[in-house]
């Protein structure tokens, strides 16, 4: 399935817990202040990719824990996401987790999902998210993975179990 892409960073020990692979993808509704990737907002930008052939570059790596898709907001391009998500998790070679950043919250992404949109066809092949917009007045750099206090690590299976969202605090982070 065809995506806008940023760019993809086949090396990653900062986008979550482990050896990881990220995806960039391309198009952000939210612009945020002091955003650090401004240059991935218009959806038109950066280039056009495939699903299918990002997942064979991501798949050449055994080492890999896990991929994570950020932005841009993976959710403003929900259904090709969800496609390499799943291919991600169907794929039996090696288990890989799946984490996406989102300027969406949780509790949005719930309310506002949609056919259209393709929210809950994501939400449903992420392990984890990191959800909300960053708030540059709030900005710290003790956070695991999150730029500001406002944004949660969540385990994305447990929350739609329970119904609320589920949140993993940063020394529980610390281990995994
Ligand atoms: S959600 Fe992320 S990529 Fe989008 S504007 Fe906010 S910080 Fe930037």
Known sequence: MKFRCAGLTPESIVD???YRFTVWTQGCPHN???CHNPQT??????FEADTEEVFRQIISDPLLDG??????DPFYQAKPMADLARKIHAYEGFKLNVIAYTGFTYEELIADANEE???MELL???DYIID???ELAQRSLE???RGSPNQRFIDVKKSLDKGVPVVIDDETLSMM
Do not use: I, M, Y
């Not at 907002?41 to 950066?46: F, I, K, M, S, W």
């Open 16 to 18: 979550g817990p482990g």
């Open 32 to 34: 945020c202040e002091g």
């Open 41 to 46: 907002h218009d959806p038109a930008g950066g």
């Open 67 to 72: 991929v994570t898709l950020s932005g841009g």
């Open 117 to 119: 949109n393709g929210f």
């Open 124 to 126: 449903r092949e992420c």
């Open 132 to 134: 909300g917009r960053f």
């Open 143 to 145: 956070l695991k993975f």
